[in-house]
């Protein structure tokens, strides 16, 4: 096992408060998003989706040089595919804010377009299924066809 899974293995399971340290993270992404989702539309009524990318690349800075001094920067470094994956992940990742951007520039509402961006582990499990090869069950449909169902509510 690679000292990354190792290091991945023996922190998942660490918990506060009895919740797990995966939900206490994936609640605190959720605030977070939520406030950058409502940001991006104020964003999109003052500056171009071109400069919000630029600006938002350089807000980005501090956490880099935060990062320079983590010991887990090191820790787990696969290169260079690790980093190609990265790279890629950064490409996508930033085209895809520029087009969430235009999109609430060009008039679309926040409390659609957020929620309607949030599909996208709609593709993530397509991909999932197609590329990694993992099985989706009839719950994790259900969710999806739901999520659909609420976006379309949403969006009338």
Do not use: C, D
Not at 16 to 45: D, M, N, R, Y
């Amino acid at each position: 096992m690679a000292e990354t899974e190792k290091t991945l293995n023996r922190t998942a399971g660490k918990t506060i408060a009895s919740v797990p340290a995966w939900l206490w993270l994936s609640l605190l992404t959720i605030f977070l998003w939520g406030g950058w989702g409502l940001q991006s539309k104020i964003i999109a009524e003052r500056i171009s989706p071109w400069m919000n990318q630029v600006l938002f690349t350089l807000g980005l800075l501090p956490l880099v040089v935060w990062m320079l001094f983590s010991k887990n920067l090191r820790t787990g470094v696969s290169l260079p595919k690790g980093g190609a994956y990265a790279f890629v992940t950064g490409v996508l990742g930033g085209t895809g804010n520029i087009a969430f951007i235009a999109s609430m520039g060009v008039g679309g509402k926040a409390a659609i377009v957020v929620p309607f961006v949030g599909l996208a582990p709609l593709v993530t499990v397509i991909l999932a299924r197609a590329v990694l090869h993992e099985r989706i069950t009839r719950a994790q449909i259900a969710g999806l066809a739901l999520a659909l169902v609420a976006i379309y509510l949403l969006s009338i």
